[in-house]
């Protein structure tokens, strides 16, 4: 069923687990997204950046696909769909088309301006019973040809942010989004632990969480965090097993060409990925 982020988010806070946000970019990884977190009966959370709802054919595209595979998969656990990093404009587009999530990234605008914003967008969302995202510290790596080096939050800003009314937060901790450099430093569990301080129950959020080593996503949800938002790693695991097998010639067998054979091998990728993920974030069995 589709609902908001807030009720699970705070669920895993409290009960020190964290729910995957896994982005989709197309019909394979949604439906191999919403079997899994079925199957594993954990609440899942569909990411959607804004490059990826246009690939889609536009926000109500995406809404649509996804309420009818709720429906035609019987998909009973808890589902979000969450604009990832959007921009003001986006956040208000999506409100529109019926996504049950948000995330205003304001990060890049002065504080002062990423406060009045992001007040702006809790009332809105609020009003409709849609959550939201904040995020102070822009989190490194590339985002939609975003690129940021990784740097830390100030803890003060994320109190003044978590102070709007915001259902859970981003701040920078050394994350990056992408693959990890050779010489990253790791994840900065002091910063986290500041924030954690600042910002009390507040469920916090872990961008980046692909090639962050396991026990430092374990020791990440101690500290607080209770949303860890995945996509590399799926596009990693699906290109792989799609290559596979066309290296092995099997597109050229019989009916082999068929798209539903052809991307078979890379859905079953993203499914794996996406149950390792479940199991390693503890959201297994908590629908």
Known sequence: MLVSATEMLQKAKAGHYAVGQFNINNIEWTKAILTTAQEMNSPVILGVSEGAGKYMGGYDAVVGMVKGMIKGLNITVPVAIHLDHGSYDHCYKCME??????MF????????ENVAKTKELVEAAHKLGISIEAEVGSIGGEED????????????????????GVDFLAAGIGNIHGKYPANWKGLSFETLAAVQEQTGDLPLVLHGGTGIPADMIKKAISLGVAKINV?????????AAVRKYIEEGKDLQGKGF??????APGTEAIKATVKEKMELFGSVNKA
């Not at 990234?105 to 002062?112: N, V």
């Not at 068929?258 to 991307?263: I, V």
């Open 97 to 102: 088309a019926g996504f049950s999530s948000i």
């Open 105 to 112: 990234d304001g990060s890049h605008y002065p504080i002062e």
């Open 145 to 164: 040809g975003v690129v940021g080096a990784g740097e830390c939050a100030d803890p003060m800003e994320c109190k003044a942010i978590a102070d709007l």
């Open 231 to 239: 996509n590399t790693e799926c596009q990693l695991s699906f290109a």
């Open 258 to 263: 068929d798209p539903r054979k052809l991307l």
